[in-house]
């Protein structure tokens, strides 16, 4: 089994993963300027939303398994409301 290797003039040479991933994604988004992005409108307008359903779902749980419960199938159904409309 032969190891393989980035070219040694290649700008992806000692980076992390992480700062691959980043690079690849500017590239990305440089190469498509001026055309919305779908999934970059989903995540600004949602984010917000399923973050703070986490918290109030983590925050039912510490009430109790009933009240956690009971949170999670009222976040699944606000969560789920915001998504599809």
């Not at 290797?5 to 690849?24: D, I, N, Q, W």
């Not at 989903?42 to 399923?50: M, P, Q, V």
């Amino acid at each position: 089994m032969a190891a393989t290797t980035a070219p040694a003039g290649s700008p992806l040479t000692g980076r992390s993963l992480v700062g691959k991933l980043a690079m690849r994604l500017q590239a990305r988004a440089r190469s498509r300027q001026g055309q919305p992005s779908r999934v970059g409108g989903w995540l600004a307008d949602h984010t917000g939303t399923i973050t703070a359903l986490g918290f109030a779902d983590t925050a039912c749980w510490h009430w109790g398994s009933t009240a956690g419960l009971i949170g999670t199938a009222a976040c699944v159904l606000v969560a789920e409301f915001k998504v599809r409309g």
